[in-house]
């Protein structure tokens, strides 16, 4: 190839490279125009089942006491959790554990990890029992709290729990978390005589 | 090259003499003896099965082994809160076939009429949306190759060998083209609203599974995914649409979703409590621990396989980062005392599986091989004594990334050799 044809080539080819279909690795723009249709909160609400577990915003009315929740426990929860919570058919105990993370045999259990005790309201009710989640009424729920509560030593055996009382049960795990502070490793690329 | 070769060497002289100086030193003028005669293929003398009018293509029916399976370090007494492992022994490349892609539901596999399927967007908005199916698919729509990892893999495998193949000690792990929209276009639509920092992501299944997601994060590159290497999300992977979050831990890519709420601070769910946190040295959990760090893995040959000779054997496997992209692997076959970059073989993408390749000649005695990859950010992958100078591991620990080596017995036999 003689060089002024070498020259045109080269040419061509850039502007073949500039003008190329545009390419992103990054997201495209959102488009002008938008497919989504207007809803109320009110008329979401059966969907709106989140509770912010630190200071229970979203739990709804009703009571139960640990009386009621080892009923509704024996009813619903007893043939996978077992007898007092102590471990079942299926899962381990859910009683218990609170001190021993300083050691390496930790156990997790509601008592011992929730740092928050709204979590056990809004983990039962969205997800337990496991064949009917979303079945039980917030009574139930607030009762079996009351009960997993009470038999890690957290509440009274008078305990009632509902939207005001079971944010405040203070749990022994609520200051027991640290942000991610990844990277917490700093290997280097060694090739020759390592280690 | 035929095995008649009197035939062939016949017709082949028959032709030119300008070609037979390199003909007669080629392997179809003589060539050694083999070992047995070629027959001609059954499969060549008739007709193969018709093709059916309609079907859904299945593999070879001799590849049946190439199966999605369960961990084998124990035994989950029921099977809707459990998970199922990639063969990645068996993956070719770096796109894992769909029916492999690894499964962990909280409460089963539902399945979704996408005709009454419907995504809300509330909260912190200016004003809540609905969408179904077909509006969601109104949109321009982008395709992204990301791998998918759960936090929880590998983690059998810290100080014990505990896993036979890397399906079971590496399998959380799968990649795949996800195709979908930008969750920001819909956050962006329903107007974010003052003091909006976090997201909920939650699932229309039994679980109704939910996790908080940090704001900047979603309007950087989350997505909302109704397909998966060219067709619909399959059941198991969240059909009809699921977010997937590039780079973090699987869990909290939410299946099946139906809910996005907007707030000014995260939930601390148990799933992001009780559960996907990790133990620290001094009885504390690292909390929203997402991202999953540089990581890599020979797959072949790996544990459970055998080395039927010495000779050549190309090392293959594949590294990945939820930061970036992978800019170096090394092998070792001595132990990690020696390395030596591996191949990347294109395409090497952001937060994706990369393959790498290296030919190693086996000598016939014992060995130990493993790999280290090295990410767009500079972060080497650490060994687990790396990774246990900073966190407290004792049992079942997530966010295992060290480095995974296997050894080779004189005989040929490969087996974890994590500890």
Redo the contacts between chains.
């Keep these: 190839m003689r060089s002024r044809e070498l020259v045109l080539a080269v040419a061509v080819a850039l502007i073949v490279a500039a003008c190329a279909a545009p390419t992103a ?1 990054r ?2 723009e ?2 002008r125009v ?8 009110a008329d ?1 609400a059966a ?8 200071d229970g915003l979203g739990l709804p009315p009703g009571r139960g006491t640990v009386a009621q929740g080892k009923a509704v426990y024996e009813a619903k929860c007893v043939a996978c959790h077992g007898p007092e919570a102590k471990g079942g ?2 899962y381990g105990t859910m009683v218990g554990g609170i001190g021993s ?2 050691t ?3 156990v ?1 259990t ?1 008592g011992s ?4 005790a709204p ?1 056990l309201f ?2 039962v009710r ?2 337990m029992p ?1 064949d009917r ?2 079945t039980m009424t917030a009574d139930e729920v607030y009762a079996v709290a009351a009960y997993i509560l009470h038999l890690n030593g957290l509440v009274p055996a008078d305990a009632v729990m509902d939207q005001s009382s079971l944010p405040k049960v203070q749990m022994p ?1 609520r200051d ?10 700093s ?9 | 090259m035929g095995n008649d070769t009197k035939h062939s060497r016949r017709s082949f002289l028959g032709k030119s003499a300008v070609i037979a100086g390199t003909a007669l030193a080629g392997a179809g003028v003589g060539g050694r003896a083999g070992a047995e005669p070629l027959p001609i293929p059954p499969t060549a003398q008739q007709p193969g099965r018709p093709i059916p009018a309609t079907a859904y293509g299945t593999p070879s029916k001799f590849e049946s082994h190439v199966v999605r399976r369960r961990t084998d370090v124990f035994v989950n007494r029921q099977n809707w809160s459990d998970w199922s492992m990639t063969p990645l022994q068996h993956q070719h490349g770096i796109v894992t076939p769909t029916g492999l892609i690894f499964e962990r539901h909280h409460a089963g596999i539902p399945d979704i009429d996408p005709a009454m399927h419907k995504l809300v967007i509330h909260g912190l908005v200016k004003q809540p949306l609905v969408f179904s199916m077909s509006d969601l698919m109104r949109y321009p729509s982008v395709s992204k190759f990301h791998f998918l990892e759960c936090s929880g893999n590998t983690l059998a495998d810290w100080t014990k060998a505990a896993s036979t193949t890397v399906q079971q000690t590496h399998g959380l792990l799968s990649c795949a083209q996800w195709t979908g929209l930008p969750v920001s276009w819909l956050l962006d639509e329903a107007g974010l609203g003052p003091g909006a920092t976090w997201v909920l992501f939650e699932g229309a299944d039994g679980s109704n599974h939910t996790r908080s997601i940090p704001l900047d994060k979603v309007m950087d590159d989350a997505l909302l995914v109704y397909a998966q290497n060219g067709e619909m999300l399959r059941p198991e992977q969240g059909y009809p649409l699921r977010v997937f979050i590039p780079g973090w831990e699987g869990n909290v890519s939410v299946k099946w979703l139906r809910r996005i709420k907007v707030g000014d601070q995260p939930w601390h769910f148990r799933s992001e409590t009780a559960r996907y946190t990790d133990p620290m040295p001094d009885g504390k959990w690292r909390q929203f621990s997402f991202l999953m760090e540089c990581k890599s893995v020979i797959t072949r040959p790996s544990g459970g396989m055998k080395l039927e000779r010495p000779g050549l054997h190309e090392i293959q496997g594949f590294a990945w980062s939820g930061r970036g992209r992978i800019t170096a692997v090394d092998v070792s076959v001595d132990g990690g005392k020696n390395w030596q970059p591996a191949t990347l073989e294109e395409p090497v993408i952001d937060k994706c599986l990369t393959r790498f390749r290296h030919r190693w000649s086996w000598d016939g005695r014992p060995a130990v091989i493993q790999s280290r990859a090295v990410d767009s950010t500079g972060y080497v992958q650490p060994t687990v004594p790396d990774i246990m100078k900073a966190r407290a591991i004792a049992g079942f620990v997530q966010h295992h990334n060290g480095i995974f080596p296997w050894s080779v017995s004189a005989s040929g036999e490969v087996r974890n050799a994590i500890a």
């Design positions: 690795s997201l495209p959102r488009p938008g497919f989504g249709q207007p809803i109320s909160e979401l969907w709106n089942i989140d509770v912010r577990t630190p058919s299926m993370f300083k390496n045999a930790r997790l509601p990890m929730y740092p928050y979590i809004d983990y969205r997800a496991m989640p979303l795990n027991g978390f640290i942000p991610d502070d990844r990277p917490d490793t290997a280097v690329r060694c090739m020759r005589d390592c280690k």
